[in-house]
Every structure is written in structure tokens, then in C-alpha cells.
């Protein structure tokens, strides 16, 4: 086949073109197959988009381009991202039940000392503990209100 080629000596063959398919939304290999057909190449990059898995999110050029035959066309490919963490809610809820037993424990133990409240170290102690469960206490109900976003691309 020979055609119009530019600055190019007289009787010199052009490179054959062919029009770029559109490929997005199809699966890597069938991508890369409907390009081979063509003469064509991909290159390809993954990325993080909201898709399935493995299919083509996105390329370049776009139809209706046209490329002499081994060009390589960018193909966007998108790979799998972490899920959202795990569910940790029960064993949330377990170690605030264990929180609440030793709070309690702490509370019986003081009414039923006599006065161990009127004892300023025992007293200070007491409050401690108290102040520290109750941080404790509070993190979890923070931990159990995180939910997982969507990473945007």
C-alpha cells in the first residue's frame, strides 16, 4: 500500500494507520485482543476507579483516532483496592462489656470497702481508674462510628 508521505522520498511506502477502537468497559485481555487485530499495542497502567476489576476504565487516544499499526494505546486498567476494614463491632462491644464489669467491680469494691473513699490515696486511685475506663470507654464509641469511605480517583 503506499501513500502520500511528507518530506519523504518519491515511491516511499507510508506507514498503514488504523482507526483506534473503543475499548473501554471490556476486560484487559479482551482489550488487548480487539488491539492485536488491529495491529495495535497497549500499554497498560492499573489505577484505583470504581469499576470492575480488570476491565478498562479509561485510554488513550481515543476513537476516532487513527495510529500506524505497533503504536501502543495507554489503557487504564482498574485494579483492585483494599476493601473496607474489617467489622470490628463485636469485638468492640466485648471489650466495652469488659470495661463495664471492671467499672462496676470498682464501684461495688468502693461501697462495699466502708470509707475507702475518705482514704485520699485510695480515693485518688479510685478516680484514676475511673477517669481512665471512661477514656477508654470513650474511644471505643469513637472506633465505633468510623465508617469506611470511598477512595475517589
Do not use: C, W
Request: glycine share 10%.
Amino acid at each position: 500500500m503506499q501513500g502520500l508521505v511528507i518530506g519523504g522520498a518519491p515511491g516511499q511506502t507510508a506507514a498503514v494507520q488504523v482507526g483506534v477502537p473503543n475499548v473501554i468497559g471490556k476486560s484487559r485481555a479482551d482489550a488487548e485482543a480487539d488491539l492485536g487485530q488491529l495491529g495495535l499495542r497497549a500499554r497498560v497502567e492499573e489505577i484505583e476507579a470504581i469499576g470492575p476489576v480488570g476491565t478498562v476504565y479509561a485510554q488513550d487516544p481515543m476513537p476516532p483516532a487513527r495510529r500506524a499499526k505497533g503504536f501502543a494505546v495507554l489503557l487504564h486498567i482498574v485494579r483492585a483496592v483494599p476493601g473496607p476494614p474489617p467489622d470490628l463491632s463485636a469485638k468492640l462491644d466485648a471489650l466495652k462489656a469488659v470495661v463495664d464489669k471492671v467499672d462496676s467491680a470498682l464501684t461495688a469494691l468502693t461501697a462495699t470497702a466502708g470509707g475507702l473513699e475518705t482514704d485520699t490515696a485510695a480515693g485518688t486511685r479510685h478516680g484514676q481508674v475511673t477517669t481512665a475506663l471512661q477514656q477508654i470507654s470513650d474511644k471505643l464509641d469513637r472506633l465505633t462510628k468510623i465508617t469506611p469511605t470511598k477512595k475517589r480517583t
